[in-house]
């Protein structure tokens, strides 16, 4: 019961301390959506050019998906800024001593961080994400009082949209965090030695690994050799332009089930599985190191 | 000794070729008051921190019965400290603090610290980044009073505190804190502020600890003389560990001698412990 409790403050003490990235600022992009959306129809702003009236439906589950697209994007970015400082945060204002005489580890410290950015960050920024959806529904709807011919959105068949989209989405978002979990740990990683300057070096490091690379055996290998090879197929994920173009041009209602199970079949599970014990190993490493320094 | 809760042997730490702890050996009991005294660079704080699991080192460290590098995370259940820096994390709110030690800490008490709080301009909403030098000593001191720690140490607690806040905090520490089972243990170079309470003194120079004593054994092995002009020399003569003018008087002190045979010499007393520390830490040992 006590390791339990322990593990929700730590995820509190990250959630408190890195809010404004996860929290204000988002609701600041939502509040400020908001805004434009009363301010387009306030001051009369929509147009649709008559030659392309799409159906209201369309429109909202295109809309939905290009929300969770962005939202997901900034999480990428936030997450980014987050491994470039978290692990290495402590060391700020002498605050490790406090968390020294602290009876937890400093793996589990660690453990929590990457944990928060993991799984707590992103599901506030998914809960965000299916609000904006909710505000596109209202938008859509308000637009189809004003435009002609536009259609009216059942408010039912909305309601089922909403849930596909939003059950794939919360699995793309939790298969994206997967893929990406040893480039974060990396990130991360590198954040607990060098501070901020991870954010450079995450990307100097395999970059100066592939010219070295190129130097020594030059011509051997692929192009652009195997580090650059294997870094740019690992950099790739989700589905494919043909995937995309159909979730658009598609009549039909979207279809959480056709999507996800085409963006499974293009997992490489090996590849993810690698991925996972490897950013489990860099934790270890860096806590290892954490434990090795005061200030 | 058998009740130990520190025993430390051939403690030795060395930060690239240079060797900063030569090897300390000392034990700590239950229930008392320990000074922990030296000249900035002794070695005080490595050796704190070897205590506390905070950093390797050769030799033998035992606190409570556990290896305090191995197993840092469990000791600091039955162990607190505050070091010579504020630490405490500013982006809470001093009850955001309390709400997380609560869920952290096995043996941290809400109801206890918010208690040694009354009276204080600690409040609950402040947020720790705004608070002052005195408050944060204030709440960081309610904090480990609130831990139910047998041991607890502090690293220069007082550093930067105006008098008033530091007597406070000393006097706080005795009321709240100690007990027949708990110990404490200080450093400080205020020593005179604590000279009242230890009942142990440790001196350390250069990595070395050149005294260990309980303070009641400090008069029967160490006797201040302030000579008589006409007998300093008579005085010198005994070997002082320490000798010096002050205001045209010979002062000295004297390390285990014949207290008949100095009172003929002048006016006895026993050193204060910053004339002790004078005394013994000055760096060529011997008579000045």
């Known amino acids: 019961m006590h390791t339990l409790r322990s593990w929700r403050a730590l995820f509190v003490r990250e959630y408190l301390e890195h809010r404004i990235a996860f929290l204000w600022f988002p609701l600041g992009i939502v509040a400020l959506l908001a805004l434009s959306i009363i301010a387009a129809f306030g001051f009369q702003r929509i147009r649709v050019e008559p030659f392309f009236l799409p159906e209201a439906m369309k429109v909202y589950e295109v809309g939905y998906l290009a929300l969770l697209g962005f939202w997901l994007a900034y999480l990428a970015i936030a997450l980014f800024f987050y491994f470039g400082d978290a692990f290495n945060a402590d060391r700020r204002n002498n605050a490790m001593f406090f968390w020294k005489s602290m009876p937890v580890t400093d793996l589990k410290i660690l453990a929590s961080k990457f944990l928060s950015g993991w799984t707590v960050f992103p599901l506030?920024?998914?809960?965000?994400?299916?609000?904006?959806?909710?505000?596109?529904y209202v938008a859509v709807t308000a637009a189809a009082w004003v435009l002609p011919g536009f259609g009216l959105l059942n408010p039912m068949t909305a309601l089922g949209a909403f849930v596909q989209i939003t059950l794939f989405g919360l699995i793309y978002y939790a298969l994206t965090l997967l893929w990406y979990a040893p480039f974060f740990a990396w990130v991360g990683g590198l954040s607990s030695v060098f501070g901020r300057w991870s954010l450079p070096l995450a990307f100097v490091i395999p970059g100066l690994l592939a010219v070295i690379e190129n130097i020594s055996f030059f011509g051997s290998g692929p192009v652009g050799g195997y580090v650059a090879q294997y870094l740019g197929y690992r950099a790739q994920f989700g589905l494919s332009d043909a995937d995309y173009t159909l979730m658009v041009m598609n009549s039909l209602p979207f279809d959480a089930g056709l999507f996800t199970s085409r963006v499974l079949a293009s997992v490489d599970w090996t590849q993810m599985a690698i991925g996972l014990v490897f950013s489990g190993a860099v934790i270890w490493l860096a806590s290892e190191y954490r434990r090795r320094r005061i200030v | 000794m058998t009740n130990s809760i520190v025993?430390?042997?051939?403690?030795?730490?060395?930060?690239?070729?240079?060797?900063?702890?030569?090897?300390?050996?000392?034990?700590?009991?239950?229930?008392?008051?320990?000074?922990?005294?030296?000249?900035?660079?002794?070695?005080?704080?490595?050796?704190?921190?070897?205590?506390?699991?905070?950093?390797?080192?050769?030799?033998s460290v035992q606190v409570l019965g556990e290896d305090p590098y191995q197993h840092r995370a469990r000791l600091m259940k039955d162990v607190a400290f505050i070091s010579d820096v504020a630490s405490l994390p500013r982006f809470l709110k001093v009850g955001e603090l309390f709400q997380m030690l609560s869920d952290i800490h096995p043996n941290f008490s809400r109801e206890k610290a918010l208690k040694f709080l009354e009276g204080t301009d600690v409040k609950l909403g402040a947020l720790i980044a705004n608070l002052s030098k005195g408050m944060l000593a204030q709440l960081h001191l309610a904090v480990v009073l609130a831990i139910d720690a047998k041991l607890l140490v502090l690293d220069e607690p007082t550093l930067g505190l105006d008098i008033t806040y530091r007597k406070r905090f000393y006097r706080r520490i005795l009321e709240d804190y100690m007990t027949e089972e708990r110990t404490l243990l200080i450093t400080t170079h205020q020593v005179d502020e604590i000279e009242f309470m230890l009942t142990d003194i440790m001196f350390i120079r250069d990595g070395s600890l050149v005294l260990h004593m309980p303070m009641d054994q400090v008069p029967e092995r160490f006797i201040q003389l302030v000579a008589q002009p006409d007998k300093a020399e008579a005085a010198r003569a005994l070997k002082p560990v320490f000798a010096e003018t002050r205001f045209g008087q010979t002062v000295m002190v004297f390390d285990?001698?014949?207290?008949?045979?100095?009172?003929?010499?002048?006016?006895?007393?026993?050193p204060t412990l910053s004339d002790l520390f004078v005394a013994l830490m000055s760096r060529d040992t011997g008579v000045n």
């Not at chain 2, 229930?31 to 030296?38: C, F």
């Not at chain 2, 000249?39 to 050796?47: E, M, V």
């Not at chain 2, 285990?256 to 026993?270: I, Y």
């Open chain 1, 124 to 136: 506030v920024i998914f809960v965000i994400a299916m609000v904006t959806g909710l505000m596109f």
């Open chain 2, 7 to 59: 025993t430390v042997r051939g403690l030795k730490k060395q930060f690239g070729r240079t060797e900063i702890l030569h090897g300390l050996d000392f034990d700590i009991p239950a229930g008392r008051i320990y000074g922990l005294i030296g000249h900035n660079g002794a070695g005080k704080t490595t050796t704190l921190n070897a205590m506390l699991g905070l950093t390797s080192y050769e030799g």
């Open chain 2, 256 to 270: 285990n001698a014949d207290r008949a045979q100095l009172e003929a010499l002048g006016t006895l007393s026993t």
